[in-house]
């Protein structure tokens, strides 16, 4: 399927032959169960691993990609690439059953941005921030000001961290954000991601990356729009969003009953409202705070802490991917995009094994832990129906749902351990 999507990214003959799509999504997604962030580590792990090599169709005498063979590919293949898979695995849990869509769930977190606060440059004048402090100093009439008078004169100035003063010289979508404050006060550059998650199955259904600045009722509309894209590509329709009270503004609720959906937006308590200024959004604030006092409405929002918390730990946490390795909303996004789909992957999986606990494994035979399942499911996601011009085609997808038990089979297997059946979070042994 994903070979079919990227073939018009190869060329017929130019150049040294590129590692095919299946290898690099492959890659991408042990990135996301063995919890690697950056490119550089999942191409060593990749290398050092047997199981892995084996796992991805590489001979020991053959060498797997190397880190820049991994950006390189990331970079030349669009965004839409990576949607193909992620929708792909949608469209195999809407096949399953495990797909309602019908109320969906949104929240957003903060992801740390390879940026460096000591590298920001004023947009006017591209000069760095010591720079800056030093035309303040001599402007204020110290000739030769040490690196005290400088902290001094910058203390109590007040918006010296604007995001429309400063920005990151290799990085403009970076944004200056006191919510990644490290523990020593120190202020990092992130980037927001913002997620809906199927409330009846967990599924992440929309992944998007915005600017950190505008708050949470700002982003809201273009993730909602990504989840309703994607799931009206299935047939499906949301019919409810739940939102937590960071969500909530007059703009959000009139937002909500435009598209014709019901919101259950928890209500922070602002006291007695004036309508005079916002008359429309007085009738949907309104029936959005009955619906939110209602039973459902409170079990909704306690399910909000379950199924997006998990999903953000599993994708973030676990996943690797708290502090980004790569600059650029786009970049970022088709990283995000593979992780949600190994995501919802292990949903599916977990449906396949019918086990829900670790200590479910213990004792089961291969056969019974239906290792042929699960290499159906990546064979269909990675192995072309036709392989792209000008690659070989036995290098597009090595795995086959007929293997038996052996080295690529237990990796799958303690790979999705962790996530399916939600192991400890520890690192297992290298298997080389």
């Not at 929240?107 to 440059?121: F, H, Q």
């Not at 004792?363 to 399942?373: I, N, V, W």
Request: aromatic residues 6%; glycine residues 10%.
């Amino acid at each position: 399927m994903c070979e079919e999507t990227c073939a018009a990214h190869y060329a017929e003959r130019q150049g040294r032959p590129s590692i095919p799509p299946g290898v690099y999504f492959r890659m991408l997604v042990v990135g996301y169960l063995e919890g690697i962030g950056s490119e550089r580590g999942i191409a060593w792990r990749c290398a050092e691993s047997l199981s892995l090599r084996e796992f991805l169709g590489y001979e020991l005498d053959e060498n797997p990609p190397d880190h820049s063979t991994v950006s390189r590919t990331r970079r030349r293949l669009p965004v839409e690439c990576h949607e193909a898979v992620f929708a792909r695995v949608l469209e195999l849990l809407e096949e399953s059953g495990l797909l309602s869509g019908k109320t969906l769930g949104v929240d957003a977190t903060t992801l740390e941005g390879n940026a460096a606060m000591r590298s920001i440059v004023r947009r006017d004048t591209g000069e760095g921030y010591q720079l800056f402090l030093e035309g303040l100093a001599e402007a204020s009439g110290i000739e030769t000001p040490s690196r005290a008078d400088l902290a001094k004169l910058d203390r109590k100035r007040p918006k010296k961290g604007s995001n429309d003063d400063w920005g990151h010289p290799h990085d403009p979508d970076a944004r200056i954000t006191r919510i990644t404050r490290m523990k020593d006060g120190r202020t990092r550059m992130g980037h927001k991601l913002e997620q809906a998650v199927d409330m009846s199955s967990g599924a992440v259904c929309g992944v998007t990356v915005q600017p950190t600045t505008g708050g949470d009722s700002r982003s809201l509309p273009k993730t909602l729009e990504e989840a309703r894209r994607q799931l009206e590509r299935l047939g499906l329709g949301a019919r409810e969003v739940v939102c937590d009270k960071g969500y909530h503004s007059n703009a959000t609720v009139k937002h909500l009953a435009g598209l014709g959906v019901r919101g259950y937006v928890s209500e922070p308590n602002r006291g007695r409202r004036s309508w005079k200024r916002d008359r429309a959004a007085q009738k949907p604030t309104y029936a959005n705070r009955r619906r939110i006092r209602g039973e459902r409405g409170k079990g909704l929002l306690r399910a909000c802490g379950e199924k997006l918390e998990r999903a953000f730990a599993h994708l973030l946490t676990t996943g690797g991917m708290r502090r980004t390795h790569l600059r650029g909303h786009e970049n970022i996004r088709k990283r995000l995009l593979v992780h949600a789909a190994g995501f919802n992957l292990a949903l599916l999986m977990r449906s396949r094994f019918g086990y829900g606990t670790p200590r479910s494994l213990q004792g089961r035979s291969p056969s019974t832990l239906q290792t042929g399942a699960l290499a159906a499911v990546f064979s269909a996601l990675f192995r072309p129906k036709s392989h792209v011009p000008g690659q070989p085609g036995a290098a597009w997808a090595r795995i086959s749902p007929q293997r038996g038990p052996g080295p690529v089979g237990a990796t799958i297997r303690r790979h999705f351990a962790k996530i399916i059946f939600r192991a400890p979070r520890r690192r297992f042994a290298t298997d080389c």
